[in-house]
């Protein structure tokens, strides 16, 4: 998609990434949030994702279609070296390649910033991001059993891991 291009997010398309998370909020079991975040909340998370932890998105003629980050994945400084990724796809524009383009990104600034392992939480029934994780060689590490409950169901949360 030549006119495809990712950049780091900036304080201008928060807006964008949020409307982007709702729509999976309200509408789907990819995230357990049940209630939208706040713009405010929305500029914390932001704030909070220091160089070692960054939001891009992607834009596609000018537009921002998605976006992904990579976060600590534990509070504790032994972890420092793992990350826990995640990306969103405006529901308008799946099936494009923008996700795995930016899933590339996003492995690719994780070598680059010196992370060794990217871990994955999805849920269990979320088809369409297990297999873009596992076609770009994550691996299922472990499955925790009906620890979600959203849309009156339980749901499955499967861990997959990617060595860098
Ligand atoms: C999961 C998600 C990020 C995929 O993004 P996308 O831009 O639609 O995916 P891509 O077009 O880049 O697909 C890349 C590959 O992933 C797999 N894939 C993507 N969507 C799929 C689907 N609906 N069914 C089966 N495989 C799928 C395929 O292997 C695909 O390659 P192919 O099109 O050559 O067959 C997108 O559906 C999304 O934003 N979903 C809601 C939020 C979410 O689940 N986020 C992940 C939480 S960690």
């Given at each position: 998609?030549?006119?495809?291009?990712?950049?780091?997010?900036?304080?201008?398309?928060?807006?964008?990434?949020?409307?982007?998370?709702?729509?999976?909020?309200?509408?789907s079991?990819?995230?357990?949030q049940?209630?939208?975040?706040?713009?405010?909340?929305?500029?914390?998370?932001?704030?909070?994702?220091?160089?070692?932890?960054?939001?891009?998105?992607?834009?596609?003629?000018?537009?921002?279609?998605?976006?992904?980050s990579?976060?600590?994945?534990?509070?504790?400084?032994?972890?420092?070296?793992?990350?826990?990724?995640?990306?969103?796809?405006?529901?308008?524009?799946?099936?494009?390649?923008?996700?795995?383009?930016?899933?590339?990104?996003?492995?690719?600034?994780a070598?680059?910033l010196?992370?060794h392992?990217?871990?994955?939480?999805i849920?269990?029934?979320?088809?369409?991001?297990l297999?873009?994780?596992?076609?770009?060689?994550?691996?299922?590490?472990?499955?925790?059993?009906?620890?979600?409950?959203?849309f009156?169901?339980?749901?499955?949360?499967?861990?997959?891991?990617?060595?860098?």
């Amino acid at each position: 998609m030549t006119n495809l291009s990712i950049r780091p997010a900036t304080t201008d398309v928060l807006n964008t990434i949020n409307a982007i998370y709702t729509h999976s909020v309200l509408h789907s079991t990819a995230t357990y949030q049940t209630e939208p975040s706040t713009d405010a909340e929305r500029a914390l998370w932001f704030a909070a994702h220091g160089p070692q932890h960054p939001v891009i998105v992607a834009e596609l003629d000018g537009r921002v279609v998605g976006w992904g980050s990579l976060s600590p994945f534990h509070a504790r400084a032994a972890f420092a070296r793992t990350v826990e990724e995640s990306l969103y796809i405006h529901q308008d524009f799946h099936r494009r390649g923008i996700g795995k383009a930016i899933l590339v990104e996003l492995l690719k600034r994780a070598k680059d910033l010196g992370h060794h392992r990217v871990i994955a939480a999805i849920s269990g029934d979320q088809e369409p991001s297990l297999a873009l994780h596992e076609s770009m060689g994550f691996t299922e590490r472990g499955r925790l059993t009906e620890v979600g409950f959203k849309f009156d169901r339980w749901l499955d949360l499967v861990y997959l891991e990617y060595r860098l």
